[in-house]
Nanobody, 122 residues
């Protein structure tokens, strides 16, 4: 089993910054992609940013130039540095990771963190 624990959410004024962290633990053979999704009330969950093991990144158009996703492969941790936050960024942010886990044999996994609230006031 793989567990993802995320932290770093909170309340911030518009223009401020927050840094989210998510660490995966368990019987991990390898992690391919780690990323961040967010879900605002009444809206569907959407991709914010993702990063592959090799460092390739993908961002939602709305956060380009403001957010930076990074990862520490040795620590199985992904980060999301959020700058110039806007009220529209208010949402629950979820960490996601996929890759390979092992018990009796190696198999694919796709797990989600518990979610952390980010609230940006105007």
């Amino acid at each position: 089993q793989v567990q993802l624990v995320e932290s770093g959410g909170g309340l911030v004024q518009a223009g401020g910054s927050l840094r989210l962290s998510c660490t995966a633990s368990g019987n991990i053979f390898s992690i391919n992609t780690m990323g961040w999704y967010r879900q605002a009330p009444g809206k569907q969950r959407e991709l914010v940013a993702a990063i592959t093991r090799g460092g390739s990144t993908n961002y939602a158009e709305s956060v380009k130039g403001r957010f930076t996703v990074s990862r520490d492969n040795a620590k199985n941790t992904v980060y999301l540095q959020m700058n110039s936050l806007e009220p529209e960024d208010t949402a629950v942010y979820y960490c996601n990771a996929n890759g390979l886990t092992y018990s009796d044999y190696v198999r694919e996994f796709d797990f989600w963190g518990q979610g952390t609230q980010v609230t940006v006031s105007s």
